[in-house]
Structures are given as C-alpha cells and as structure tokens.
C-alpha cells in the first residue's frame, strides 16, 4: 500500500514536471526565411493571409496571419532579423522597426542537422 502511493506521488510530479517544461513559451531572434501570401481575398476575408517562415529552437516554423486583419507585407523582409515569442499554436512576431504582429502556428517541423 505504501509503495503504491509513493509510486503514485512520483508519477504524478513527474506528469506536473513534463506540463510545466512543455507549457514554457519559446522566446528569441531568428531572420526571417520566407514570407508567402496565402488564399485569396473575398467578401468574408477582405485582407491578404501570409505564411511566414523563421528556425527556432531546433524547429522551423510557420505560422499564418488572420485574413481579418491588414498587414504591410513590405514591413517584413525576408532575411531580416525578427524576434519571435511562441505559445502553443500562437506566435508573435516583431521587427527591429517595432512592426508586430500576431499569427497561428500551422506547420512544424525539425530542423536538418548542420
């Protein structure tokens, strides 16, 4: 009984442990790899989407911006250097210029070793 219920407690620390370290947001600097429009403009999405694509901690990423709001894609040029804050599927990202702004995470995938 008594070993059942230690067994039980560490079980549970180390499930609190793993949603703790994985709930962390991803913060740092990267240059920009791509930025790509996405769909088209319509009666329900009166702005352009983009995909942007940047490396961050071993992963590339690309998240998309919402067609409900305008962005300057001139703001964003490729190669440049951006900041990024990533939490769960949503990122933001800012320029040196103080430009931000806000996108969903849509693809995933490890970067190849060097």
Do not use: W
């Not at 180390?14 to 791509?34: F, V």
């Not at 930025?35 to 009166?46: E, N, R, V």
């Not at 989407?49 to 998240?63: I, K, Q, R, V």
């Amino acid at each position: 009984m008594q070993r059942t219920a230690t067994t039980a407690v560490l079980a549970l620390a180390a499930i609190a442990a793993t949603l703790s370290a994985s709930a962390a947001k991803l913060n740092g600097a990267a240059p920009l790899k791509d930025l790509q429009p996405f769909g088209t403009t319509d009666k329900d999405h009166k702005h352009q989407a983009y995909d942007l694509s940047f490396d961050a901690e071993g992963h590339s990423y690309t998240c998309r911006t919402d067609p409900k709001k305008s962005i300057d894609a001139t703001e964003f040029v490729v190669g440049s250097q951006i900041n990024y804050q990533i939490d769960k599927n949503k990122a933001t990202i800012k320029t040196r210029q103080d430009k931000k702004l806000e996108c969903k995470i849509v693809r995933v995938e490890k970067s190849p070793a060097p």
